[in-house]
């Protein structure tokens, strides 16, 4: 028997007039089936967002996000019309308990389905301070699943530095990371956390400020350049060292925080380059000082 290969498609199975499917010599040929639904809360709301996965046999599809409105679909291929399959469904939200429904599929057959998630009340909670002790306020906090690369909530702490998240503890699926303009970034997979779940406690250093100004090949304040930090390590993907931009102003200052101590890269755009254009790159090395490091730089006579 050839199992299905799962993926996600919004398109309808061809079906013969009485919705079975083809029948006669076209059932040697593969079928396609799909399934359609919905998630609720046991007092009958939409849960939205949500992920699905579809486990048949030995393969396992890619996650599958809800669309919106609480509704997913999934559709399979290379099941023989009218041939069936036992069909795993695995349903992921922040909030609510991890959900295994089972149900038989058929090669042809269009299935509907509703299922309920629970709520949980295991979530994530905890407060985020500076290397002193003290609160830090407006901290942007994100929730991602690392199975999917998928941000699934983002919220900010409050004035004394607390954040609650409806992302339940799931050693597997859940990291944090947090984003404040002043400190550096920091990231936490949810299995290094210690003790009281609902008490988490994270500390963030204080970043490097760079205060520059760019100049033209004359010598003049060049306004309008996007200069952009990026972590200097090579073995990086591309975006992953990104830290922070600025635009030069009228005078063409800017001023980059949250910067990480040591070798960074620096990028400056010009307004008047081409879309697409390459940007003119230096490197620069970030000193931990209690005062901001200020530098000029200049750029060619035609920049890229």
């Not at 669309?67 to 399959?85: I, M, S």
């Not at 409806?166 to 002043?182: E, G, K, Y």
């Not at 200097?232 to 949250?258: K, M, V, W, Y």
Request: with cysteine; hydrophobic share 35%; aromatic share 6%.
């Amino acid at each position: 028997m050839r199992w299905p290969r799962p993926f996600v498609d919004g398109q309808a199975p061809p079906q013969s007039a009485n919705g079975a499917g083809t029948s006669g010599t076209e059932q040697t040929q593969p079928a396609d089936n799909l399934i359609r639904g919905t998630a609720r809360t046991p007092t009958g709301n939409l849960v939205e967002p949500y992920e699905v996965t579809l486990r048949l046999g030995e393969i396992t599809s890619a996650p599958s996000r809800s669309d919106g409105q609480g509704r997913f679909t999934l559709r399979f291929q290379d099941l023989l019309a009218g041939e069936q399959a036992q069909a795993t469904l695995t349903f992921r939200s922040c909030g609510f308990e991890t959900l295994v429904h089972e149900l038989s599929v058929r090669g042809g057959d269009y299935s509907a389905l509703e299922v309920t998630l629970q709520p949980t009340t295991d979530t994530l909670s905890g407060r985020v301070l500076n290397t002193s002790g003290e609160p830090i306020p407006n901290v942007r906090v994100l929730a991602r699943n690392n199975t999917a690369s998928a941000t699934l909530e983002i919220m900010s702490t409050d004035t004394d530095g607390r954040f609650t998240t409806r992302c339940t503890r799931n050693a597997d699926v859940i990291s944090m990371r947090f984003q404040h303009p002043l400190f550096i970034d920091r990231s936490m997979l949810a299995a290094e956390v210690n003790g009281d779940w609902n008490h988490v406690t994270v500390t963030l250093d204080k970043g490097c400020v760079l205060e520059g100004t760019v100049l033209d090949a004359f010598g003049r304040p060049a306004s309008g350049i996007l200069v952009r930090a990026a972590l200097d390590r090579p073995s990086s993907h591309e975006t992953a060292g990104f830290q922070c931009e600025d635009t030069s102003d009228s005078n063409g200052i800017f001023s980059l925080t949250g910067l990480s101590p040591g070798p960074i890269e620096l990028g400056f755009w010009s307004a008047k380059a081409k879309p697409g254009s390459r940007a003119l790159m230096t490197n620069f090395l970030v000193m931990a000082e209690e005062e901001p490091t200020t530098e000029t730089f200049s750029l060619p006579a035609t920049p890229d």
